[in-house]
């Protein structure tokens, strides 16, 4: 399975915001720190917050913060929220896919199954498990 640059993306300041649970992450600061767009990871941002994984604050010292402890925020779960709207194959995003075959199709059931236990699996770790040491400088 590949995953979007989306969630990619979203995982790093996850993994970023993690390392420091105590602290107000802006956009900014993280697309300065990992040399990505601020556009780009605000829309990542939004969609981390519509789903409860962080709470984002407005204004001086504003910024966001883990909603809850990151031993508790499952990587499937994540994973799931980012990907949201991706499907790995087009006749698991549309009832309307173009697939000639799809009413008679055995290997979207092999897909779905597989897809499931790629997250069930995720879910067996934590952010806390792949959190980022505070500092980015090299060793």
């Given at each position: 399975?590949?995953?979007?640059?989306?969630?990619?993306?979203?995982?790093?300041?996850?993994?970023?915001?993690?390392?420091?649970?105590?602290?107000?992450?802006?956009?900014?600061?993280?697309?300065?720190?990992?040399?990505?767009?601020r556009n780009h990871l605000s829309k990542i941002m939004q969609r981390l917050a519509r789903a409860e994984i962080v709470?984002?604050?407005?204004?001086?010292?504003?910024?966001?913060?883990?909603?809850?402890?990151?031993?508790?925020?499952?990587?499937?779960?994540?994973?799931?929220?980012?990907?949201?709207?991706?499907?790995?194959?087009?006749?698991?995003?549309?009832?309307?896919?173009?697939?000639t075959i799809s009413r008679r199709c055995r290997l979207k059931v092999r897909l779905r199954a597989a897809e499931q236990?790629?997250?069930?699996?995720?879910?067996?770790?934590?952010?806390?498990?792949?959190?980022?040491?505070?500092?980015?400088?090299?060793?």
């Amino acid at each position: 399975m590949r995953l979007t640059t989306f969630t990619d993306y979203g995982l790093r300041m996850l993994m970023r915001m993690a390392s420091a649970p105590e602290r107000a992450f802006s956009t900014a600061e993280l697309a300065e720190e990992f040399g990505l767009s601020r556009n780009h990871l605000s829309k990542i941002m939004q969609r981390l917050a519509r789903a409860e994984i962080v709470r984002t604050r407005r204004g001086g010292g504003g910024g966001a913060v883990l909603a809850q402890p990151a031993d508790q925020l499952r990587l499937g779960t994540i994973v799931a929220v980012l990907e949201k709207d991706q499907p790995i194959v087009e006749c698991f995003g549309s009832a309307h896919s173009d697939c000639t075959i799809s009413r008679r199709c055995r290997l979207k059931v092999r897909l779905r199954a597989a897809e499931q236990a790629f997250l069930a699996d995720l879910d067996r770790s934590t952010l806390a498990d792949i959190a980022l040491a505070d500092s980015l400088t090299p060793a």
